[in-house]
């Protein structure tokens, strides 16, 4: 059973739909800004910048919407509504629909806020709904909703590899039978002062607080951690047989899933990047593809000093003397890192590079890490095969040791 | 001081319409929750909840269901110290 894409959806912080996002990452904009709510000076929070909407939930939902869903489901349903409107708003038997639609912290706003509301104001004035708007599988639940979904909703965590892994679970969901279309993808709304200060206090981030848009810079000598981003993305995923019957519009395959676990430490990454070569390997091979068929990879590379050499070596482990022909872009250098909406924002951007044979910049790169040695796409986009079936990986590796890739091809 | 059953009106209309997009003016005193506004259990918890904030009083769970349209609420806040 072949699995396309029909439709894709995001709001990011380079745009608030899908072309306009896209055009921003082809012309290399940062979609990194510096904090300006007022809990950043109340709570002294470190790191005062973040990859932030460019259009916020309220200039698109209404305010019940808005009030019973936690800003992550917000993301996602603004998402999803786009990727279903962009597949045509199919006709489907509800028992043959599901939806992956995954986090990494889930509703961490309405945790806090509830909490806030316990102590200041006592349990009474807790609102009912809370429950079901922090609770992680809320935003998967939340799409389940709106579209009627009858096959199943699932919500799979793996930190920062959970919106990639929604896209397996979404794939294999199509492949064993159980729907003939999953809408699935990721979310994160975790630009708050816990998380930050959480992942501050690992001393991840980036404190490059002066030049917010040049603070993402993986592969560049000068990284120093990562820059936290929100949004959701989220795509239709089907059968080709249901699509070619309804005469949708196909934009992608996916073609093959990888996921594999370090088995070494709670965060770092295991240092000899098997675990993420064995993901790309297995993904690869389950497309029925070698690694000579792929010309592009979007790397997860999220600027962290340790991370970015890891999946650079082991890329080049892989590619051997086909690594100058694979175009690798690093696309949090412009989004910052979306942690439970990554893996799907940047599927995103590996089918739209595949669509219009362009891989996507790496802003940032001033003075690459000389260990690279990785055919790197800065600046500008770089120009894929002009022809011909392509085929491009999306690596997606997750605080604990989690590692998804998946292998994308053309429509 | 008991809130004047107007003045309840007008703020529970407010309550109700932010959680459930319904317009003011048709969230009137013999409009009943479920049947005519379509307000389910967990809105109704929300409304209840807001409304003991909004009116400072106290609406026991087992008074609840006895709210069955709007005025019932407006009444019953209106005549709580």
Known sequence: MNVVITGLGATTPLGGDVPSTWEAALAGKSGVRTLEYDWVEKYRVPITIAGQLVVRPDEVLTRPEMKRMDPMSQYAIVATREAWTDAGSPEVDPLRLGTVVSTGIGGVWTMLDAWDTVRDRGPERVLPLSVPMLMPNSATAYVELELGAKAGAHAVVSACASGAEALAVAYDMIQSGRADIVVAGGTEAAIHPLPISTFAAMKTLSKRLDDPERASRPYDVDRDGFVLGEGAAVMVLESEEHAVARGARIRARLLGTGRTADGYHIAAPEPTGDGQKRAMLAAVEQAGLTL???????????????????????????????????????????????????????????????????????????????????????????????????????????????????VFGSA | MAHPENEVLAHLAEIVSEETGIDTAEIQMDKSFTDDLDIDSLSMMTIVTLAEEKFDVRIPDEEVKNLVTVGDAVKFIAAQD
């Open chain 1, 292 to 406: 000579a068929d792929i010309s592009h990879i979007n790397a997860h590379a999220t600027s962290t000093p340790v991370g970015d050499p890891i999946e650079a070596r082991g890329i080049r482990d892989l590619l051997g003397g086909h690594t100058d022909d694979v175009l690798v872009s690093a696309t949090k250098s412009m989004t910052g890192h979306l942690l439970g909406g990554a893996g799907a924002l940047e599927s995103v951007f590996t089918i739209k590079a595949l669509e219009d044979r362009k891989a996507p910049p790496t802003i940032n790169v001033d003075n690459p890490d000389p260990d690279l040695a990785i055919n790197l796409v800065r600046n500008t986009p770089g120009a894929l095969p002009a022809s011909g079936d392509l085929a491009a990986i999306n690596n997606s590796f997750g605080f604990g040791g989690h590692n998804v890739a998946l």
